[in-house]
Antibody
Framework: EVQVVESGGGLVQPGGSLRLSCAASGFTFSTFSMNWVRQAPGKGLEWVSYISSSSNTIYYADSVKGRFTISRDNAKNSLYLQMNSLRAEDTAVYYC???????????WGQGTLVTVSS | QSVLTQPPSASGTPGQRVTISCSGS????????VHWYQQLPGMAPKLLIYRNNQRPSGVPDRFSGSKSGTSASLAISGLRSEDEADYYCAAWDDSFYVFGTGTKVTVL
């Protein structure tokens, strides 16, 4: 059974830091590129960052560039998002999501809520 | 970074056909695959259509996707009450992934 479980969310003050983790199982994590996607309360989906299967290619949305860092550990089947200099507008549910291969197999977690507030 | 434009809402009665449009540009929809996601209330998004018109395993054939130029469409035929959800189109655009603005489908 495929499982994708995010953790690390919580309440943080503006300017603070948080590290999100995503633990994957039930599929060959090391062969999938991965993404972080977020959704602010009552709003639409916003892509945050992408990392290729071997970590060779990394992309960020302009809104987080220079503040967030994506990484992965294929030996631990885990994806991470280091978030620094957090702002109120970073408040959202953060989803870990696999990229979409030619088979259409796509895996998403249930999300972890990050709230940035004083 | 741009967004893809969708109508905010769409509706239909059970059994009807509903179509959702998604408008982009030559750098995203015009040259890349389009994907569609369904997000049921309180749930994580789920991939509904990939590579413009392909359905992942388990997605009913009531859902279909198409693309023409810089626009794409999702059609839901034989609308059912469980189809009431938010729907998002998405595509890569150079080095970033862009989502549509989202369409809320209501089953009357």
């Amino acid at each position: 059974e495929v499982q994708v479980v995010e953790s690390g969310g919580g309440l943080v003050q503006p300017g603070g830091s948080l590290r999100l983790s995503c633990a994957a199982s039930g599929f060959t994590f090391s062969t999938f590129s991965m993404n972080w996607v977020r959704q602010a309360p009552g709003k639409g989906l916003e892509w945050v960052s992408y990392i290729s299967s071997s970590s060779n290619t990394i992309y960020y949305a302009d809104s987080v560039k220079g503040r967030f860092t994506i990484s992965r550990d294929n030996a631990k089947n885990s994806l991470y998002l280091q978030m620094n200099s957090l702002r109120a507008e970073d408040t959202a549910v953060y989803y870990c999501a696999s990229d979409i291969p030619s088979t259409g197999a796509s895996y998403w977690g249930q999300g972890t809520l990050v709230t940035v507030s004083s | 970074q741009s967004v893809l434009t969708q109508p905010p809402s769409a509706s239909g009665t059970p059994g009807q056909r509903v179509t959702i449009s998604c408008s982009g540009s030559s750098s995203n929809i015009g040259s890349k695959y389009v994907h569609w996601y369904q997000q049921l209330p309180g749930m994580a998004p789920k991939l509904l259509i990939y590579r413009n018109n392909q359905r992942p395993s388990g997605v009913p054939d009531r859902f279909s996707g198409s693309k023409s130029g810089t626009s794409a469409s999702l059609a839901i035929s034989g609308l059912r009450s469980e189809d009431e959800a938010d729907y998002y189109c998405a595509a890569w655009d150079d080095s970033f992934y862009v989502f549509g603005t989202g369409t809320k489908v209501t089953v009357l």
